[in-house]
């Protein structure tokens, strides 16, 4: 079973030129329902104005705020304007704007004749899409965006609608290229899909866990009172590279380890009474983030024991795609004998495997309070004593 399932959780111009529309429309989402592409260009089409840029910041403010990548869901944008990721967990007051942005394209869509955007309202709304928008924290509250789109193709640079008022107050588009230097600088909108709004981030459990306190060190429930536990906590960790192309936002990392809990059996028929768990978390890593140690702190094995020989351990960074599983081998020790258990582990078939194999104590105890390399990531690990 699962002892315990945490989720937690980053001024180059190519070309101002008039370009044109060579790319294929085929990029979709993941739902497969409505084109990013699609999307990017109605957004260049609407009167945008101060009042609609600033619900964006808004929105991706609190979604970063709350521990998730600088995003604005299309959920949130039509149910909850200005909401970032996780408000409607922490029961944020909805904001008031005189113009929503939903209300202004449900506007331009009930304009639009039949065929010219290939989408509804409500489409949009469930199609899992949203506005990424990294380094936000730039903006000078004042400058239009340029909106692109993901191409789902690795990428590293494409079209963008570059939005500009004119003399009279209109808003004026042009075509240029942008890639991740460019965004960097300027301010720069990207219709993706989105991966983590799912899941509860590291930020909302350390508040939640805090019980009104301004921070919670480690990551872990209270007890009841007994005998101290050796616990196996995951420090910290440092992306060393971005693994994703900067259209597709930041990278979201699973942690699986897979242990016997509690483990104190006297002979190896005792051993199948014992079913392995395995812990599994997500940490979300920002762009702008590579390099820079997360504050982690969170448990791996609970209850660690002295015949917990070896756990099995896995990195992988999310990109999708059907079920699969590993099936690894743990490792016990029963009067002197060591013996191994297996564990399925599960992770999808498109994902990057950053490291997978198995860790023993041994090597937890060697090098505790130092960071390992584990592909392009180091990990802390450490034991504390639970009481």
Request: aromatic share 12%; charged share 25%.
């Amino acid at each position: 079973m699962r002892h315990i399932l945490l989720f937690l959780t980053f001024a180059f111009l190519l070309s101002c030129e008039q370009i044109d529309h060579a790319l294929p429309d085929s990029d979709t989402d993941l739902k497969g329902l409505v084109s990013s592409r699609d999307v990017a260009r109605m957004l260049s089409s609407l009167p945008l104005g101060a009042e609609q840029l600033g619900e964006v910041f808004d929105a991706v403010s609190s979604s970063s705020r709350n521990g998730y990548d600088e995003e604005y869901t299309m959920e949130d944008l039509f149910t909850l304007p200005g909401a970032g990721v996780g408000d409607k967990t922490t029961k944020a007051t909805p904001k008031n704007y005189s113009v929503p942005l939903k209300d202004m394209i449900a506007e331009y869509l009930s304009g639009t004749k039949a065929g010219e955007t290939p989408f509804s309202a409500s489409d949009l709304q469930n199609s899992g899409l949203q506005l990424y928008w990294p380094w936000y924290d730039k903006w000078d509250k004042t400058s239009y965006p340029a909106i692109t789109f993901d191409p789902g193709d690795g990428s590293s640079s494409n079209i963008a609608y570059q939005l500009s008022k004119n003399e009279d107050g209109s808003v004026k588009v042009k075509e240029i290229v942008v890639n991740e230097a460019y965004a960097a600088e300027n301010p720069v909108w990207i219709v993706n899909a989105n991966d983590d709004a799912t899941y509860t981030s590291l930020e909302l459990l350390r508040r939640e866990l805090a019980q009104g306190e301004d921070d919670a060190e480690i990551i872990i429930g209270k007890r009841e009172t007994g005998a101290p536990l050796k616990t196996l906590v995951l420090s910290s960790f440092t992306m060393l590279s971005n693994y994703d192309s900067w259209l597709a936002g930041g990278s979201e990392f699973f942690i699986k380890c897979g242990s016997v809990e509690n483990f104190n059996a006297a002979t190896e028929a005792e051993l199948k009474l014992y079913n392995p768990y395995i812990t599994d978390f997500m940490i979300e890593v920002r762009r702008k983030e590579v390099g820079i140690p997360q504050r982690i702190n969170t448990i791996l094995v609970d209850n660690w024991t002295d015949q917990l020989e070896r756990c099995a351990f896995m990195i992988t960074e999310d990109d999708g795609g059907t079920w699969t599983h590993w099936n690894a081998v743990g490792e016990v020790k029963i009067k002197s004998k060591t013996y191994g258990f297996n564990v399925d582990i599960p992770y999808r078939s498109q994902d990057d495997i950053v490291w997978r194999g198995s860790l023993s104590y041994d090597y937890f105890d060697k090098y505790r309070k130092e960071p390992g390399r584990f592909g392009e990531v180091e990990v802390t690990f450490d034991f504390v004593e639970r009481y």
